[in-house]
């Protein structure tokens, strides 16, 4: 079982839409990384957190450290939001990031 | 837009050669994370460097190698290129110490191995 998994692993939303990515994770973190990457390849940074919320523009992101538990929501989905969401943590003292599986998100006109 | 670039973007490589990537990091930051994503897969984590030292590594061979430079930019070398080397290759900048900051990621460097 990986520590981090993700759902859904694929998502499609009409423009408008309100849409959520979950995280959930196995192992004691330090903070948890959303991260937005686009056909391209390059990695945005949406969040860093270890507790409670955090929210930009149009993005609000979520964590439940008792649950091991993250969220991502996106309010009013546009096209442009098209990509990969990947969540990562920091575990423990370690400093690399350990990554999820990916929610590719699709949306549409 | 981060202050982290890579270069080159874009490289193709024949088996048995050797490759260098480059990552400059943010300012501030002294830590820099390499990654390697194959196509359709999440990043798996190669090594960090730390104030010019390895700070830890994950399971990829020696001819993986590193180093970080006194303005904390940073090098990836790999020797003897394998088909299987083909992937992107990101590296990652943050600030460790009292303070973790937000990792801040490169374009990525897209290796092609033929």
């Known amino acids: 079982k990986n520590e981090v998994e993700q759902s859904p692993q694929n998502l499609t939303a009409q423009e408008g839409e309100f849409i959520t990515i979950n995280c959930s994770y196995s192992?004691?973190?330090?903070?948890l990384h959303w991260l937005q990457q686009h056909p391209g390849g390059g990695i945005v940074s949406l969040f860093m957190l270890s507790s409670g919320k955090k929210k930009h523009g149009r993005l609000i992101a979520t964590i439940n450290i008792q649950e091991k538990h993250s969220s991502l929501h996106i309010t009013a989905s546009h096209p442009r939001d098209s990509a990969v969401y990947i969540c990562a943590l920091y575990t423990g003292t370690a400093s690399k990031l350990t990554f999820g599986t990916g929610t590719r998100l699709q949306v549409t006109l | 837009e981060t202050g982290v670039t890579q270069s080159p973007t874009h490289l193709i490589k024949t088996r048995g050669q050797q490759v260098t990537l480059r990552c400059s990091s943010q300012s501030g930051h002294n830590t820099v994370s390499w990654y390697q994503q194959a196509l359709g897969q999440g990043p798996q984590f190669i090594f960090q460097y730390y104030r010019e030292e390895e700070n830890g590594r994950g399971n990829f061979p020696p001819r993986f190698s590193g180093l970080q430079f006194p303005n904390y930019s940073s090098e990836l070398n790999v020797n003897a290129l394998e088909l299987d080397d083909s992937a992107l290759y990101l590296c990652a900048s943050s600030s460790w110490g009292r303070l973790r900051t937000e990792a801040f990621f490169g374009q990525g460097t897209r290796l092609t191995v033929v």
């Open positions: 192992v004691g973190i330090s903070a």
